[in-house]
C-alpha cells in the first residue's frame, strides 16, 4: 500500500492574541519569523502511523496547521504496513510502557518484518526528501526509516510519545529492540525527563510537552445548547433533538453539524441532561484500564453517588489501523460490563463515537467533556495523557492516575486528584465521589486546571520550542 498524505489545514497563529495577550504574541510573533526565515525552500516532514483515533495524530495535525499558516513547508506522511507490522509496533508501545502486552516475543522473525516494512515506506518517501529538510519521525512504529532519512541529508528528529518512570525487562525489552534504529536519529525529544532510556545519548535528548489546539473541534468553547444538542444528536443523553443546534467550527473555520450517532451499549434508560456524569474518553487500550473504571464506579455507595452515571467513549474499535488490539479490548469491556450487578450496569454506558468525520468525532468528545461533572483518566501508564490535559482546559475537575505525565500537569488537590494506586477501585471510587459531594471542590479544580493549561500546554509554545531546537541542530 502507498504512502498516505493527509491532507492539511492552514491556520493563523494570530488567533492566540484572544488568550496569550499582545506581549506574549509580540515576541512568539518576532520568534515564529526568524524560524520561517530560517526554514525557506526546506520541508519540514512529519511522520506517523495513523491520521486518527489518538492524540498524536491530533497534535500533528494542529501543529502541522499552525505550522503552515506561519509559512512554513510542513507535510505530513502516514506509513503503510501489513496488520502483523502493526501487531509488532503494539507490543514495542506496551512494552516501553512497562507492560507485557500479549507477552509475544519481539525476536529475530519481528525484526525482519519490521525492516521489510520501514524499508518499503522508506523507499517510497526518500525520493521526495531533500538536503537540510527536517524529518519528525513519531514514535516507534516509523522509526525504522531514520538511517534512510540520514542518508538523504535531512536533520531527523525522534519524537517519543510514551515512557515508562521506572525500568522493567519490559522497558528493557522494548529499548534493546528499538534503539539500533535510533542511532542516526540528531535529536530526540520525550514529553519527559524521566523517560529518556539508558540506550540513547541523553545529549541529544530535548523535553518538549504535548500540548492542545483551544481553537481545535475538540477544545473550542461551545453554548449550552450545542453541547446538549450534540449529546442529543449522539445518543449518549436523553432529550429533545434540537438539530439547528448540533453545531460546531471545523478546523479550516467552516461550520459544522453532528449528524452521525454513537453505538452505545446499555441496559437502561440514557441519562438525562440534569444527571451528572463521570466520564472516561480514551482508546480501546488496556493501559487505560477501562474495566478498572466500571469496578470503581460500582464501588460508589448510591448515596455518594448523587444518581450518576458512567459513559466510558472511545473511536469506533475497528477505524484505528495502527491499534491491533482495540477490538478485542472493547469485547472484553462489555463482557465486564455484562458481569456489572443490574443495580449499576443500569448507570454505565459504552460508547463508541464513529470517526467517518474527524471533526465531528471531535466536537461529541468536546461535548462530552465540557458536560462532565468529573473526568476521569485511570490509566496504568500513561506517556502524557492529552485527554487530562482537554479536560483542564475546558475546566472540568478531574480525578487521574499519578502516573506518566499526568503527574506533571496535576498537583495532587489542586488540578485535580491523583490516584497514588490505579489499580485500586476503591481509591477511584472515593476520588470521584469527593468531587460529586462537593460543588466548590469541583469548581476550584476546573478553575485550577483551566489555567496551567494556558501556562503550559498550548501549541503555540510548543512550535516555539521545535523552532528552538531545529535552530540548535544547525550550529
Known amino acids: 500500500m502507498p504512502l498516505l498524505f493527509p491532507q492539511v489545514s492552514v491556520l493563523p497563529l494570530s488567533r492566540y492574541g484572544a488568550i496569550l495577550g499582545p506581549t506574549r504574541m509580540e515576541e512568539s510573533a518576532r520568534r515564529i519569523g526568524e524560524i520561517r526565515a530560517r526554514l525557506t525552500g526546506r520541508v519540514v516532514w512529519n511522520i506517523s502511523s495513523s491520521a486518527v483515533g489518538g492524540g498524536v495524530a491530533e497534535m500533528v495535525r494542529t501543529l502541522l496547521?499552525?505550522?503552515?499558516?506561519?509559512?512554513?513547508?510542513?507535510?505530513?506522511?502516514?506509513?503503510?504496513?501489513?496488520?502483523?507490522?502493526?501487531?509488532?509496533?503494539?507490543?514495542?508501545?506496551?512494552?516501553?510502557?512497562?507492560?507485557?502486552?500479549?507477552g509475544s516475543p519481539l525476536g529475530p522473525d519481528e525484526r525482519r518484518i519490521y525492516d521489510q516494512v520501514s524499508q518499503r515506506n522508506a523507499a517510497e518517501l526518500i525520493p521526495m526528501v531533500r538536503r537540510r529538510d527536517i524529518a519528525i519521525v513519531h514514535d516507534p512504529q516509523p522509526a525504522g526509516m531514520?538511517?534512510?532519512?540520514?542518508?538523504?541529508?535531512?536533520?531527523?528528529?525522534?519524537?517519543?510519545?510514551?515512557?515508562?518512570?521506572?525500568?522493567?525487562?519490559?522497558?528493557?525489552?522494548?529499548?534493546?529492540?528499538?534503539?539500533?534504529?535510533?542511532?542516526?536519529?540528531?535529536?530526540?525529544?520525550?514529553?519527559?525527563?524521566?523517560?529518556i532510556p539508558r540506550e540513547l545519548d541523553a545529549g541529544r535528548a530535548v523535553v518538549i510537552p504535548?500540548?492542545?489546539?483551544?481553537?481545535?473541534?475538540?477544545?473550542?468553547?461551545?453554548?449550552?445548547?450545542?453541547?446538549?444538542?450534540?449529546?442529543?444528536?449522539?445518543?449518549?443523553?436523553?432529550?429533545?433533538?434540537?438539530?439547528?443546534?448540533?453545531?460546531f467550527i471545523r478546523e479550516d473555520g467552516t461550520p459544522g453539524r453532528v449528524d452521525r450517532t454513537a453505538v452505545v451499549v446499555r441496559d437502561g434508560p440514557l441519562p438525562g441532561l440534569d444527571t451528572p456524569l463521570v466520564v472516561q474518553v480514551s482508546r480501546w487500550d488496556r493501559l487505560k484500564d477501562p474495566i478498572g473504571v466500571l469496578h470503581g464506579f460500582a464501588r460508589i455507595p448510591p448515596a455518594a453517588a448523587h444518581g450518576a452515571h458512567l459513559i466510558l467513549a472511545g473511536p469506533d474499535s475497528t477505524s484505528v489501523r495502527d491499534d491491533p488490539e482495540g477490538a478485542a479490548v472493547y469485547g472484553d469491556v462489555v463482557e465486564a460490563w455484562g458481569a456489572l450487578e443490574p443495580s449499576v450496569r443500569v448507570r454505565v454506558h459504552l460508547a463508541s463515537l464513529p470517526t467517518v468525520d474527524i471533526d465531528e468525532n471531535a466536537a461529541m468528545v468536546n461535548a462530552l467533556q465540557r458536560h462532565a461533572?468529573?473526568?476521569?483518566?485511570?490509566?496504568?501508564?500513561?506517556?502524557?495523557?492529552?485527554?487530562?490535559?482537554?479536560?483542564?482546559?475546558?475546566?472540568?475537575?478531574?480525578?487521574?492516575?499519578?502516573?506518566?505525565?499526568?503527574?506533571?500537569?496535576?498537583?495532587?488537590?489542586?488540578?485535580?486528584?491523583?490516584?497514588?494506586?490505579?489499580?485500586?477501585?476503591?481509591?477511584?471510587?472515593?476520588?470521584?465521589?469527593?468531587?460529586?459531594?462537593?460543588?466548590?471542590?469541583?469548581?476550584?479544580?476546573g478553575e485550577h486546571a483551566h489555567a496551567r493549561v494556558v501556562d503550559r500546554y498550548l501549541g503555540l509554545d510548543s512550535l516555539l520550542k521545535y523552532g528552538a531546537l531545529i535552530e540548535r541542530l544547525e550550529r
Open 65 to 102: 496547521a499552525y505550522a503552515r499558516g506561519a509559512g512554513v513547508d510542513a507535510r505530513w506522511v502516514v506509513i503503510q504496513g501489513p496488520s502483523e507490522f502493526f501487531r509488532i509496533t503494539k507490543r514495542l508501545h506496551n512494552a516501553i510502557h512497562g507492560s507485557s502486552g500479549d
Open 210 to 247: 504535548p500540548s492542545l489546539d483551544p481553537f481545535s473541534a475538540k477544545n473550542q468553547v461551545l453554548p449550552e445548547r450545542a453541547i446538549a444538542a450534540i449529546l442529543v444528536e449522539t445518543g449518549l443523553v436523553a432529550g429533545v433533538p434540537d438539530e439547528e443546534a448540533a453545531l
Open 146 to 195: 531514520i538511517a534512510a532519512l540520514r542518508a538523504a541529508g535531512a536533520h531527523v528528529i525522534w519524537r517519543c510519545h510514551i515512557g515508562h518512570d521506572q525500568i522493567n525487562a519490559d522497558v528493557e525489552r522494548g529499548w534493546g529492540f528499538l534503539a539500533p534504529y535510533l542511532a542516526d536519529a540528531a535529536a530526540y525529544v520525550f514529553s519527559r525527563a524521566a523517560y
Open 373 to 445: 461533572a468529573v473526568v476521569v483518566q485511570k490509566s496504568l501508564f500513561e506517556g502524557f495523557g492529552m485527554t487530562v490535559t482537554e479536560a483542564m482546559w475546558k475546566g472540568r475537575p478531574v480525578v487521574a492516575s499519578a502516573v506518566g505525565g499526568i503527574q506533571d500537569q496535576i498537583e495532587d488537590g489542586v488540578q485535580g486528584l491523583l490516584l497514588r494506586d490505579p489499580r485500586d477501585p476503591s481509591e477511584l471510587a472515593a476520588a470521584v465521589a469527593r468531587v460529586l459531594d462537593d460543588p466548590v471542590l469541583a469548581r476550584q479544580l
